[in-house]
């Protein structure tokens, strides 16, 4: 591997662990640290002289953990018009600075005990999050080589899973699960080194060529992550011929999804895959108090649950060795049922482990053992894999619009599905698991068979022709006609005939 490759890794790991980090060590700190923030609140609200019973204290534990799902949605939405309009690199900026500001809030609100200022400070530092994810997504797809274009997409889930090890084992009581304001201010010092590492960086040589249209700072750009290349003239003329295509094509907006068939069909699809991903989000937040109720001791449900997201983090090392060597079509399948059968095993033990009086611990055990195991499969495929589905789907115009649109509505259905989980646990145990998740994902994986194309190693005219082909069954009234530009880029658009064909652009 060459150096120069080596480095641009680097600089994306770097990246991966800037963006990840807000999202994955605040929600992974308060599963470890679960009874301080149960302390927290019920003592918050003695002092605002407010109930204290179990019911009151479990809404307020929802609304913090979920405020940051809400929060999420309207963060996507206005995603584009900062990533678009004002550059990868700004938003990077913004995203970090809001973080930091968003820190300093939570910190006084455990400080001198206010719940709302807490639930403020998430819903700040979420309202970005959504920023920050699309632009270590636009910053990997535009500066890498396409050798290695999929390995460095992985990078994203491997970060998050980074950082939601580094939350989990500093939110345990053995280390700063002691105290929640000390856990926050220990933040500040890695968003510090972000936010100087951001402002470096240059912007990515695409957006610089095709929006700012500098072709020095491109070139610059592309030199620096890259390398001094004589293939970079060629991408250089490539990036201004996208340009003046750019030109002819209006700004991808929300409604266009909307309008037009593919783009709907694109964004069944990467719902239906996103979904499979719901019941991650609980376990990520929860898990400690699910094996809690499960008949799990306090130091074991902990490190469980750390453990966990250790090997989902492996598992995606792993992940990213085999995502360009194998069908994705298949691997999103295999691994989407394989992981529901986890879930339900999961539900079964851990249903078995709380209300079945046994002189064996086994259920206990084989309740952690499914655990792992889904997050090994969830690591491996669905949590990464997840994300390529919507951007591979559409052309260059339209995956920022996409990928928010999409990030929105997954935002909004696991704040749905993950503010239900907790009270629909206490009152049916595990099984709620069951009909909350594994349901509707058999359905997913149903609409996922018959529809997905194969996206590996094809053009996203391939990918696109091929989408709409199984959408339309073969019907011989729909016919893909094929206009392609002059220019040397890849067609960018569909729109219909007055005779109700499909014409690519």
Not at 217 to 232: C, D, I, T, V
Not at 350 to 370: F, G
Not at 461 to 487: A, K
């Amino acid at each position: 591997m060459r150096w120069q490759t080596v480095r641009l890794i680097a600089i994306y790991a770097a990246l991966s662990a800037i963006t990840n980090f807000p999202s994955g060590f605040t929600n992974s700190s308060v599963n470890t640290a679960v009874a301080k923030l149960h302390k927290f609140i019920a003592t918050s609200l003695r002092e605002e002289g407010r109930p204290d019973d179990e019911n009151t204290i479990a809404l307020f534990q929802s609304a913090t953990l979920n405020c940051w799902f809400v929060a999420q949605i309207f963060g996507a939405m206005m995603t584009p018009m900062i990533s678009d309009r004002y550059g990868r690199k700004v938003g990077y900026i913004v995203c970090v600075t809001t973080t930091i500001f968003a820190t300093f809030v939570q910190y006084f609100s455990m400080c001198f005990y206010m719940p709302w200022g807490l639930i403020f400070g998430r819903s700040l530092t979420a309202l970005v999050s959504p920023l920050g994810d699309a632009c270590l997504l636009l910053y990997v797809q535009e500066t890498s080589p396409l050798e290695i274009r999929g390995m460095s997409s992985f990078l994203c889930e491997i970060g998050y899973g980074t950082m939601c090890v580094l939350g989990m084992v500093l939110g345990m009581k053995s280390v700063l699960g002691e105290s929640l304001s000390r856990l926050l201010l220990l933040s500040l010092i890695p968003l510090f080194f972000s936010l100087c590492f951001v402002i470096q960086i240059p912007e990515t040589p695409k957006f610089l060529m095709i929006t700012r249209k500098d072709s020095k700072k491109a070139m610059k750009s592309l030199e620096y992550f890259q390398g001094n290349n004589p293939e970079n003239r060629s991408l250089i003329e490539d990036y201004e011929a996208e340009g003046m295509t750019e030109k002819m094509s209006r700004e991808s907006t929300f409604l266009e999804l909307l309008s037009k068939w593919h783009l709907r069909q694109a964004m069944r699809l990467a719902l239906a895959t996103l979904s499979l991903t719901l019941s991650f989000y609980p376990i990520l937040q929860s898990s400690t108090y699910f094996l809690l109720e499960s008949g799990v001791s306090v130091d074991t449900a902990q490190l469980c649950s750390t453990l966990a997201q250790v090997v989902l983090t492996l598992s995606s090392i792993f992940g990213a060795s085999i995502i360009d060597r194998f069908s994705r079509r298949k691997l999103l399948l295999s691994f989407g049922v394989l992981s529901n059968i986890l879930l339900v095993c999961f539900a079964f033990f851990s249903h078995m482990s709380a209300t079945v009086v046994s002189p064996y611990s086994w259920p206990k055990y084989a309740c952690l053992a499914s655990l792992l195991a889904y997050c090994i499969s969830f690591g491996m495929v669905l949590g990464p894999l997840s994300w390529f589905v919507a951007p591979e789907l559409v052309s260059q115009r339209h995956r920022c619009t996409i990928f928010s649109a999409c990030f929105a509505i997954h935002n909004l259905l696991i704040a749905l599905t993950d503010f239900a989980t907790i009270p629909l646990f206490r009152i049916f145990g595990s099984m709620c698991f069951v009909f909350l998740f594994v349901i509707p994902s058999i359905l997913c994986l149903c609409y996922i068979y018959l529809f997905m194309p194969e996206t590996l190693g094809k053009s996203t005219l391939e990918i696109i022709h091929e989408m709409v082909e199984r959408g339309m069954n073969g019907s011989e009234n729909n016919i893909v006609t094929l206009d392609t530009p002059t220019l040397k880029v890849r067609p960018r658009l569909f729109s219909s005939t007055s005779d109700g064909n499909l014409r690519v652009y």
